[in-house]
């Protein structure tokens, strides 16, 4: 009864005012160690569905009605299936294969939400992307407390403007400046390497490959995104870091965490922050303010002493920052500078970092295509500048684009219509009273949701060889399916998203991906610690991370030898 009453508070506080991260954290801190949280979301279930019935009843044009999977959850609807679910992909897969390309899901408080992996719609999608569909404002809400008014919450204009202002400070002159980082943090990892199987007196020993990987990738990204050195490959401790693994590797998340989550009601992937890990938070957003605030002092100093040259700052912040004033219609305000470089580490550490975890593993698992690899690494010789990267070694770039396919560190997304829509379908959909339709209507206010992960694997997109790892479909000409070819993404892949919103650091994440499996696989060989039979799985974090069954932690292990020739 007592949790009623403070469940009834919060609602009300809902309702008044729409401040639903705070309310949440509330929620879930209260009730922390409790299970009542499925309760209270009872509660506001209840009124959510009212005013979602007030709001219907506004509306004329009305979003067609699709088949779709049932309810499982009175709650959640599918949205804690889909959640628990360790290959998410699978599930939508076969939703779609049951219901056709376009299909609906119940989700959470009553809610429900479109999901499309129909390649027209999908580039009609992508066309009203950042217009007519927008993020949700409870995710707005809660991107703009955790990492701030940045490029990730902005909209409209005020969008257009801060796109354009990092624009030029992601351009391939500004990446072949930072491909030496890149290389210098992998010959860190490289050097520690060897001199751990050298004492260790055998010929291989078994590598936590998640860790190392992340803390290349976190020290790339401090050092090209704001010229700060995190030190984590020289055994500094990272708050970063640290945040982000206590996220992942709770062996299983709790009910409250996964409730928490659910009503969060956002798949994207910066938002899921229970609030007992609120303290690390604190810690992560100090230390972006001390680099932030050391970077605008450099650069302010730099500009009173007369040597600010503004083309040859060396980090992405810094080309902000000094690009600041020269273009009067692409200023940012400090605070804004500070969002920017919360985003570039919450959108590119991780995602980064578990995209070469899953080649490796992709590698170990497939010897044959490891070799192949590494013969045309050896057979090129040197190690490959930024332009050789590019285009001299076409396996390389099979290879990383096969694992970006087969294992999208950002699984799917979710948008809201802002304004009445008609999504035309390739092929045509039947809806749940049973007409054939070549076109569905969606209302204003409903959700969107776009499963980047079962599109990228779709059997009926990419043929009956779709969940196999094979890195030559991308060498022929042929090699990729007519269905396939008419996703207009790069590549063919939804991996980075498409429109206006494509991923902004698509040509970083591709130089520092292919750098990190050049010099390792030249150098390394790769095995399953436990044999050829080792089973991977997904679990949940800020995004899905690759898991050895059986492991409880999420570094995956891997036994590495020297390459010997
Ligand atoms: C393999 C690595 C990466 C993947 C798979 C990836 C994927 C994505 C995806 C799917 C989006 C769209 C998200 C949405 O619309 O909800 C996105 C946006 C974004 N990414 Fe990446 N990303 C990667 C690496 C990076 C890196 C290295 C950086 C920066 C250093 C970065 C910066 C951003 C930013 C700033 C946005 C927001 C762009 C906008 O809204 O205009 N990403 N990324
Ligand atoms: C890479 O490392 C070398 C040697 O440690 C150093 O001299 C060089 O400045 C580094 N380059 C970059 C871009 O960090
Ligand atoms: C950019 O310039 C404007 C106008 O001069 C100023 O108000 C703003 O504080 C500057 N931003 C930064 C990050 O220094
Ligand atoms: C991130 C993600 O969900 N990746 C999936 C891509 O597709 C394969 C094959 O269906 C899944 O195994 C991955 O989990």
Sequence with gaps: MYYLTASFSVVSHTIMGPDLYSVLLTVHSSLARSTVLIGAASVIATIWALRGALRVARRTFRTTRLRGPPRTDLVFGVSKQIIESTDTAALYEAWAGKYGAVYEVPTTLGGRKIMISDTRALTHYFSKETWSYVLTSETRLIIRRTLGPGILWAQGEDYKRQRKSLTPAFSQAAIRKFTPIFYNSTHKAKVAWDAMIDASGSDSIVIKVQSWINHISLDSIGLACFSHDFGSLDGKPASVTAVLDMIASSPKPSAVDIGFFLLSEVFSFFTYLPATRTKLF????????????????????????????ENEERSIIGMLMKANGSNSDLQSSPEEVLAQMKILLAAGYETTAIAITWALLELARNPDIQHKLRQELLAFG?????????????????????????????????????????????????????EAVNSISVARGTLVGIPISSINTSVSIWGSDAKVFRPERWLTEDGIPKKAQDIQAYRHLLTFSDGPRTCIGKGFALTEFKVVISVLVRSFVFELRDGPDTRVELVIGMLPRPRIVGEQGVDVPLRVRRYEG
């Design 282 to 309: 604190h810690e992560l957003q100090q230390t972006m303010e001390d680099i932030s605030k050391e970077l605008l002092a450099r650069i302010k100093k730099e500009k009173e002493e007369g040597v600010l040259d």
């Design 382 to 434: 040197e190690e490959p500048t930024y332009n050789q990267l590019q285009s001299s070694l076409p396996y390389l770039d099979a290879v990383v684009h096969e694992a970006l396919r087969l294992h999208p560190p950002v699984a799917d997304f979710i948008r809201v219509a802002v304004e009445n829509d008609i999504i035309p379908v390739s092929e045509s959909v039947i809806t749940k009273s049973g």
